[in-house]
């Protein structure tokens, strides 16, 4: 690294203070903390996928409901 920083006509203290800046704040500037703009296509396409995820629980529910009542009737009736 000597090499490196003596063809940059850096001191090697400069970089490993940049290196270490850079390992304790680097995740700051790729992480969460950046907020990305969504474009109005984007927030069509999430509200879409919440209502249609609403709309698959539903659903869910409903064959639940139907399969419990199905197997309520078999038992009554007497089927195995």
Known sequence: MS???EGAELQPSVFYGWLR???EH???AF????KRVETSRE???L???ERLRARL???DEVIAEVTEEL???KTTVGEP
């Open 3 to 5: 090499e490196v920083c």
């Open 31 to 34: 992480g969460e903390s950046r």
């Open 57 to 59: 629980a539903r659903k």
């Open 21 to 23: 800046h850079l390992f």
């Open 47 to 49: 509200a879409e996928n």
């Open 71 to 73: 197997v309520r009737t």
């Open 26 to 28: 680097g995740a700051a």
């Open 43 to 45: 927030q069509e396409l």
